[in-house]
């Protein structure tokens, strides 16, 4: 059996996928660390939703699933963009985005109230979903470094960024309508 500690990190670099080495401050690493951070923080807002969430809860482990295609996709240098394509190594899904667009309209349709800015921490549901929501920000962001820096596929860029700038309204909204939802059973 392999060992997770292969100990070529201690010299302070790591391994894009095709062996490219970098420093482990290089952008790409940094922004896979946002998004590993959302993904655990999506992972928490789930096991936080109510056993009755049975879509949320699919939802959340769709965009999870994603999460971890997305990684691979940023860890690739630009010269080896082309060799990822080839490789069948699973893409960040382009239907994703439609996923998300949908289910910001089909939430906004559900008619909870909110007025403004939130204040998280109403309950724990809610509270979750909002970590999520801010980690998503920073994902983005960092994402955003990358391409900036010429190192996210121009190909892909836009779908990855479109997606996690909608994501983070979707969490919102689903933080929202946890709220909400909990606001009316305890009515």
Known sequence: MNSISTKTGDDGTTSLLFGFRVPKTDRRVAA????????????????????????????????????VNLMGE????????????ASGMPNFDHALLGVLDERVSRLEAEGFTYQGWATPGANLPAASLDCARTACREAELAL???????????????????????????????????????TAAQA
Request: proline residues 3%.
């Open 74 to 85: 940023v860890a690739v240098a630009p010269r080896d963009w082309s060799r990822y394509a």
């Open 32 to 67: 896979n660390g946002r998004v590993d951070e959302l993904n655990v923080r999506l992972g928490m807002a789930k096991a936080c939703l109510p056993q009755d969430e049975t879509e949320a809860r699919a939802f959340i482990e769709q965009v999870q699933r994603n999460l």
């Open 144 to 182: 955003l470094g990358v391409h900036e820096a010429g190192l996210l596929n121009p190909e892909r860029a836009d779908l990855i960024l479109h997606s996690l700038n909608r994501l983070s309204d979707v969490l919102w909204l689903e933080a929202r309508r946890a709220e909400s939802t909990q």
